[in-house]
């Protein structure tokens, strides 16, 4: 065992590492795991031996795959119903050409100009489609677009974009048996009957010290990653369908929310992006850039190419046209575990991995910037009366009468 | 004539110290004290990340908008506090455009060359973008 808490002191202290430098540098923590992670690879692999990290113990893979599971259920559950279906058929159709034009782009960007194999094409198609909700919503908010009707409907495509690359990422790679049969059936029971059990059952045996809610989730999220498995897919599927199913009731209990994050940002995501970081390859991006930047720019041109007309055909003005374009071209946390499911499943090997790392990265960066700088739709701001969507984006907290936050 | 006064609060001394002021200030001429405080997120921002983020800051200035409202009371000066999310410097010009907010109040931040480098100063660029008179105030100005 004490090779096993080594290890976990180890992992323990690059995340504490990582966490540090997020702080002092205001960056994201998965972001700065996932660099802590490459650096970490790069200098004790070097110095000692790359196995002393243990990236394939068994323990660990557990550990950082849990984390996958409980973080994509935990975005799955900050879709807010009520928004979505009032916005769902906007939603969709921006949602669905912003997943496929990317998804099918890239595959060919990736089959043509890379000349990468069918699959580990597909797979490149899948990593780039994503669209991050969190660097939409976090815009959104700034300025108070996510009280607009505007805002609205693109937070909800957003999810949609997801939900297309989840479902893509679950069902491709998956060898189509009546194995994969038996899943989506038992997917579809589950996920009906998840919102009409859970609160009565939590009703019931819930608020406890025992942490009954918790074991119960785990229990489906592992139930459902074990039957998607066995099936030839893939856990996050059924995790982030469970999360938007059940966002109108778990997804409100906020004190149950914030023990589930205390659990994944604690213990179990720093596994997985360390890990995943572990596995970018410096040297295979030095010595062939040319392949990130052509992923980076198939991805950008790709949702220029879906994303801007669908807001046009939706009447979108000039401005927020160019703007959702650039916002919905994000994407960090579904590019990464799509990326390592390729990894980790040999559809493709190490350097396409850190090209597609690396292009993912980028995506969650460099659009929000252009956005910002230059297309942000300042008359919504503040020409309140035109748009006739109330007040201006604040997250207001009044001393005497604290507001509920709001939710995605 | 100052009729509005806008405070930007990180909980900071040098922020205690620019409310402290302001109250003197909102007392003399009578004025509304507005209390900003800006959550700004990590870049880029991730999901589930984002929201705990968003929760845990604002419980935390709750807290602490509770102490400013007391100091306040005392004084006999109005406080109106709220929370925001974005970049600061943005975030506090809007406040002062939304408002008419005649002087904003800051406190002076202290930070090192990489800092400042790295993140650069808040005050300066609120000094450089303000249509209203800003005053900075410096930390030691309540020990005098």
Known sequence: MTEVWTMAALWVGLALIATLFSIWFRIATALSEIIVGTVAQLIIGALIGSAVLGTKEPWIVFLSGTGAIVLTFLAGAELDPVVFKAKW??????????????????????????????MASWLAGVALSTTSVAVVYAVMLEFGLNKTNFGKAVLAACFINDLGTVI???????????????????????????????????????????????????????????????????????????GMVLAGTVGRDHALIRRLRTLTFGLLTPFYFIRAGSFVSVPSLMAAPAAFFILFAGKMVTKTAGVYPATKACKYPEKEARYTTLLMSTGLTFGSISALFGLTHGVI???????????????????TLIANAWYLPRHLIFAQKEINLGALAEHSVEVTEPKKEERL | MIQRILV????????????????????????????????????PPMEVETEAIIENSTQHYQKLFGELHKKAQAAGVTVHASVVTGHPEEQILMKAEKEHIDVIIMGHQTRGKFGRWFIGSVTDRVVDHAQCTVIVVKREHTKK
């Open chain 2, 8 to 43: 930007p609060y990180n909980g900071a001394a040098s922020a205690d110290a620019a409310f402290n002021f302001a109250l003197g200030l909102a007392k003399t001429y009578n004025s509304p004290v507005y209390v900003l405080a800006v959550i700004q997120l990590a870049e």
């Open chain 1, 168 to 242: 893509a990422l679950g069902l491709i790679f998956s060898p189509f048996t009546v194995k994969t049969l038996i899943f989506v059936l038992v997917s579809v029971v589950v996920f009906i009957a998840l919102p009409w059990l859970t609160p009565r059952f939590f009703k019931h045996y819930g608020d406890r010290p025992s942490e009954l809610e918790t074991k119960y989730l785990l229990l489906f999220l592992f139930g459902m990653g074990a039957l998607a498995s066995w099936a030839g897919s893939e856990p996050v599927l059924p995790a982030y369908m469970i």
């Open chain 1, 349 to 367: 090997n190490q350097a396409q991995y850190s090209y597609l790392v690396a292009a993912v990265i980028a995506s969650a960066v460099i659009p």
């Open chain 1, 89 to 118: 058929k906007e939603a969709s159709f921006i949602g669905v050409i912003a997943f496929l034009t990317p998804f099918l782009g890239c595959a060919f960007v990736a089959y043509k100009f890379l000349h990468w194999s069918i």
